[in-house]
Structures are given as C-alpha cells and as structure tokens.
T-cell receptor
Framework: DTEVTQTPKHLVMGMTNKKSLKCEQH?????MYWYKQKAKKPPELMFV???????INESVPSRFSPECPNSSLLNLHLHALQPEDSALYLC???????????????????FGPGTRLTVL | AQSVTQLDSHVSVSEGTPVLLRCNYS??????LFWYVQHPNKGLQLLLK??????LVKGINGFEAEFKKSETSFHLTKPSAHMSDAAEYFC?????????????FGKGTTLSVSS
C-alpha cells in the first residue's frame, strides 16, 4: 500500500482564522514533506521531517507551522494567512536516509491527494 | 547544481497515437530520475523511476522511459495514448547519496489527448 491521506480535501479560511492540515501514512516511512503548489506550476518544497525532526525549512513564513507528532502523522498549522497563500498543499512521504543526516537520501516520494486551500 | 528541463510545455496527440514527453537533466552525481503524473485537482502519482538499474524503465499504465547518460535525457513514452492520459507530467531528479537534497521538479508538460 503506497497511500498517503490528507484531510481536509478543501479548506476555506479567513485571514484571521487558525486551521490545520493533516497528513497520514502507514508505509513505515520516516521522512515526510509539505509542498505548496500554485496553479500551472510544479510543487515547491516547504518542510522536510526526518525521523520526526524538522530537517529542512525552505524559508517558509512563520504563519505556517509544521508538526510531526509521530512517525505516521504530519500536521501543518495555519494562522494569519494571506490570500496569496491560496494553493494546493501536498504532503509526501519516503524512506529516510541515515538518522542525523540533513534532508533525504533519495528515497522515492509518495504524494497524497492534497488540500485545496482558499484564503479570503 | 542539479536541474531538469522539460522541453515541451504542451503536447497534443490523438487517441491511439504514440506519446513522447521529453526531459533533459543535469546532475553532478549519479541521479535518481522520476516521472510523476498529476490529473486535474489531484495529487502526484508516481509513473516510474530510474535508480541506476536497467536503463529502460517500465512504469504504470503502459508508460516507459529510457535513461540515456550520453544525452542526459530521460524521455517518457507510451505506444498508444488513451483519453485518460490527459494530465500534467513532471520529470523530477533527486541526487542519490547526497544528504540535504530534495526533489527537483521540471516545469511540467501538459498532455492533451483528442478523440
């Protein structure tokens, strides 16, 4: 089973709201990722967790706050977003490299279906 | 630096005709290469991957790709297009053995299939 699930599928929020995106996988992968994808563009990496520790933050604004409570779950907490943050948010997972190494070691990434976020 | 270039932003074919989506890569190391497909409002699905085993890689739904080191290419092909193949296709490179490198995406190729 190579399934990554994401909830919710769609989310509409105001600029003052606080919401969370959830991602789950049961493939035993120890690396998990958040990507942001705007229309007609490739995904852009936001965060990488390796062995439940944040290993890459691609200079993402602090209004996006990731959390990895265990090896199967990845959350993205949203607060005070801007309309330009509207996008498809994709979660992915992969086998991880050796503990202590930053980033991933080339494991195949499997993507979830995404959450379509609209910020009003 | 690693990079990937998809040579066509849009490819149009008729149902039943061959598909060719072109991708060139640049990598300082022996690369891992992938093709992902994305249908409208969906996530990315892995079509196939190359990781230095056989140079001709077979994927799902009848797609295959050939790794050509001399040409630094990894073109995606399918003998006969189906309407359901209409989607966005991404060629992706990941450097094996180098920590700190995530996936590098091409800009994507939109495949249109007409009846």
């Amino acid at each position: 089973d190579t399934e990554v699930t994401q909830t919710p599928k769609h989310l509409v929020m105001g600029m003052t709201n606080k919401k969370s995106l959830k991602c789950e996988q049961h493939m035993g992968h120890r690396a998990m990722y958040w990507y942001k994808q705007k229309a007609k563009k490739p995904p852009e990496l936001m965060f990488v967790y390796s062995y439940e520790k944040l290993s890459i933050n691609e200079s993402v604004p602090s209004r996006f706050s990731p959390e990895c409570p265990n090896s199967s779950l990845l959350n993205l907490h949203l607060h005070a977003l801007q309309p330009e943050d509207s996008a498809l948010y994709l979660c992915a997972s992969s086998p991880a490299g050796l503990p202590g190494l930053r980033g991933l070691a080339g494991g195949t990434q499997y993507f979830g279906p995404g959450t379509r976020l609209t910020v009003l | 630096a690693q990079s990937v270039t998809q040579l066509d932003s849009h490819v149009s074919v008729s149902e039943g005709t061959p598909v060719l989506l072109r991708c060139n890569y640049s990598s300082s190391y022996s690369p891992s290469l992938f093709w992902y497909v994305q249908h409208p409002n969906k996530g990315l699905q892995l079509l196939l991957k190359y990781t230095s085993a056989a140079t001709l890689v077979k994927g799902i739904n009848g797609f295959e790709a050939e790794f050509k080191k001399s040409e630094t290419s990894f073109h995606l092909t399918k003998p006969s297009a189906h309407m359901s193949d209409a989607a966005e296709y991404f060629c992706v490179v990941s450097d094996r053995g180098q920590a700190g490198t995530a996936l590098i995406f091409g800009k994507g190729t939109t495949l249109s299939v007409s009846s």
